[in-house]
């Protein structure tokens, strides 16, 4: 089993700047990629931006390109999103993924086993 626990969401303005943090616990040693999701009012749960198992590659959602930067530290069990430049469409809660079979940054939601409980992320115009 592997626990996710996300922080550092809150209420900003646009143009703002936000960094999400995951917290990893539990068989960490079985976590290969990682990604952050969203989820905004009234819609499905989308890809963000994900991270291979150690870091050296990334692939992000167009809408977030150039704005968000996924980054991890395995020796600390965190995954964090710096998220730069907010805008009211960001408005979303963002949750944290952890895939077991996935060593490549996939956007592929089905891929990702464990899942954190979200945190709520709210950019004001």
């Known amino acids: 089993q592997v626990q996710l626990v996300e922080s550092g969401g809150g209420l900003v303005q646009a143009g703002s700047s936000l960094r999400l943090s995951c917290l990893v616990s539990g068989r960490t040693n079985t976590m290969n990629a990682a990604a952050w999701f969203r989820r905004g009012p009234g819609t499905e749960r989308e890809f963000v931006a994900a991270?291979?198992?150690?870091?050296?590659?990334?692939n992000y959602a167009d809408s977030v390109k150039g704005r968000f930067t996924i980054s991890r530290d395995n020796a600390k069990n965190t995954v964090w999103l710096q998220m730069n430049s907010l805008k009211p469409e960001d408005t979303a809660v963002y949750f944290c993924?952890?895939?077991?079979?996935?060593?490549?940054?996939?956007?592929?939601?089905?891929?990702?086993?464990?899942w954190g409980q979200g945190t709520q992320v709210t950019v004001s115009s």
């Open positions: 993924a952890a895939s077991l079979i996935s060593v490549l940054p996939t956007n592929r939601k089905e891929l990702y086993r464990y």
């Open positions: 991270i291979s198992t150690r870091g050296g590659e990334t």
